[in-house]
């Protein structure tokens, strides 16, 4: 008896009722929708295809042919990594996954069907949404999309971070490198400090009379002491954090010009990144299962929108609780949810949740640092039930195997994604 044969039967047995088992469907297998190939929905995409061997009809909808890593990418603007080694195509998916390369341009969540910019139209049964952030209009006074040629985010990896890896090495000597810091809550909390350090690096080397800027509208922020500590021992007096009380919540920019007004006092500046208020993926807003936040808030046991039953929302554009938004956490919900999905539409046997999350950061070659937490679901929320950070006082030779081991990490995470 075939594999889906045996699916079937369980399934319809187990419900009491051939017609009680409305996904699977005579004309064929039940359909599985994921937009966005990220580390959410490639690893979706691939667990849905691997797992259920055949008994899901999975398509994957993505944007852009190649996907390069945010995660990392500070690393190239450091000058410790090449740009190549940041992108990844989908040639190994695997089989069981049908990749179109489109944009997704609307939801029907009463038809169930996505319409891609290209025209067609695909029905599902279970649809899972993954398409990262975008930025919050308005969120820094005198930004928008159209300044970022001049003001770059690089906060969703391509040409914005080379634009901005540019800008850093042809800085005048001694000029201002100026960072706008997002509010909570954001993708990848230590990534604009990470960030600063890399940048500091460069500097360091190619134009050590430089100054980095950081205007912050938080109190505090992540591994805080551990990059303090970094930019004192190896930056020392080239980076200045400026608090909110010190203006850092009060700025506006003017990108003609190239200043920053920090409390109505106007800075010309020599690069300036401004990395914006977020909220989810544009697709997720469109399908309505976003709220008054911006973020899409989930059922902490699988990742299912608390909105519709037929849809899961994974990763950066999730609202689930404790975990930061970062692939680590991405590709951790991603199988959770996969897990549900074919339970639900197959039968299969689905176990409690369980997640976990890493963040490794570099403050030098060679000194990386990590911040972790394992997650479980509580009615209310993904909550932390056990972390970890490094510590300000570790030896050298323990920060070289921290950073090594975020090495072993991005390979392994890129294979899981990617194939
Ligand atoms: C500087 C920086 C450093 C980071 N470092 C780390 C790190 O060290 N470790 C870590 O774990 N995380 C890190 N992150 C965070 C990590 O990159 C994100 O959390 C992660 O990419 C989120 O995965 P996702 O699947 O939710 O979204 P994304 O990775 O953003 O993927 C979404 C995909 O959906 C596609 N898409 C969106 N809308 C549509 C549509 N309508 N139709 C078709 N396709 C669509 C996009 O093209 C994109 O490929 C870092 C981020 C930054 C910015």
Same mark, same amino acid.
């Given at each position: 008896m075939s594999l889906n044969r045996r699916i079937f039967l369980r399934t319809t047995l187990a419900t009491g009722a051939l017609l009680a088992a409305p996904m699977v469907r005579a004309q064929g297998k039940p359909r599985v929708v994921v937009i966005g190939g990220g580390p959410g929905g490639a690893t979706a995409a691939r667990y849905l295809a691997k797992d259920s061997e055949g008994a899901l009809d999975v398509t994957l909808i993505?944007?852009?042919?190649?996907?390069?890593?945010?995660?990392?990418?500070?690393?190239y603007i450091g000058g410790l990594r090449d740009f190549e080694s940041l992108q990844h195509g989908y040639g190994k998916i695997g089989a069981g996954v049908t990749v179109i390369h489109d944009m997704v341009t609307a939801v029907d969540r009463a038809a169930r069907t996505v319409t891609l910019a290209g025209g067609q139209v695909l029905p599902y049964d279970r649809l899972v949404l993954s398409p990262g952030i975008d930025f919050k209009e308005g969120s820094v006074r005198g930004w928008?999309?159209?300044?970022?040629? !001049?003001?770059?985010?690089?906060? @969703?990896?391509?040409? #914005? &971070?080379?634009l901005l890896k540019a800008m850093v090495e042809s800085m005048p000597q001694g000029g201002t490198f100026a960072m706008v810091a997002p509010p909570t809550p954001y993708r990848c909390p230590p990534g604009p400090y990470e960030r600063v350090s890399m940048v500091a690096h460069v500097?360091?080397?190619?134009?050590?009379?430089?100054?980095?800027? !950081?205007?912050?509208?938080?109190? @505090?922020?992540?591994? #805080? &002491?551990l990059f303090e500590d970094g930019w004192g021992k190896y930056y020392n007096?080239?980076?200045?954090?400026?608090?909110?009380?010190?203006?850092?919540?009060?700025?506006?920019?003017?990108?003609?010009?190239?200043?920053?007004?920090?409390?109505?006092?106007?800075?010309?500046?020599?690069?300036?990144?401004?990395?914006?208020?977020?909220?989810?993926?544009?697709?997720?807003?469109?399908?309505g299962v976003t709220d008054e936040t911006g973020w899409a808030p989930v059922h902490p046991q699988n990742?299912?929108?608390?909105?519709?039953?037929n849809v899961y929302v994974l990763g950066d554009s999730s609202a689930q609780g404790d975990m930061p938004k970062s692939a680590f956490a991405a590709?951790?919900?991603?199988?959770?949810a996969s897990m549900a999905i074919r339970g639900e539409l197959t039968g299969s046997k689905v176990f409690p949740a369980k997640y976990s999350n890493s963040c490794w950061s570099l403050l030098a070659p060679d000194d990386g640092i990590k911040l972790g937490a394992s997650y479980e679901p509580t009615p209310e929320k993904i909550a932390s039930v056990e972390s970890f950070i490094s510590a300000t006082d570790e030896d050298a030779a323990l920060r070289k195997a921290t950073y090594e081991e975020s090495l072993?990490?991005?390979?392994?995470i890129t294979a899981d994604v990617f194939g």
């Open positions: 993505e944007a852009n042919p190649v996907y390069t890593t945010c995660f990392f990418s500070n690393l928008s999309l159209d300044a970022a040629e !001049i003001m770059p985010h690089a906060y @969703k990896a391509g040409p #914005q &971070t080379q500097l360091k080397q190619t134009n050590p009379t430089a100054k980095i800027l !950081i205007l912050d509208p938080k109190e @505090k922020f992540s591994k #805080q &002491t007096g080239m980076v200045e954090w400026i608090s909110p009380e010190l203006g850092g919540a009060d700025v506006e920019v003017r990108p003609d010009t190239m200043e920053i007004v920090v409390e109505g006092a106007a800075q010309k500046v020599d690069v300036c990144n401004v990395i914006p208020g977020q909220v989810a993926g544009r697709i997720a807003a469109l399908a990742m299912k929108s608390k909105l519709d039953e590709n951790s919900q991603a199988k959770s072993g990490w991005y390979a392994g």
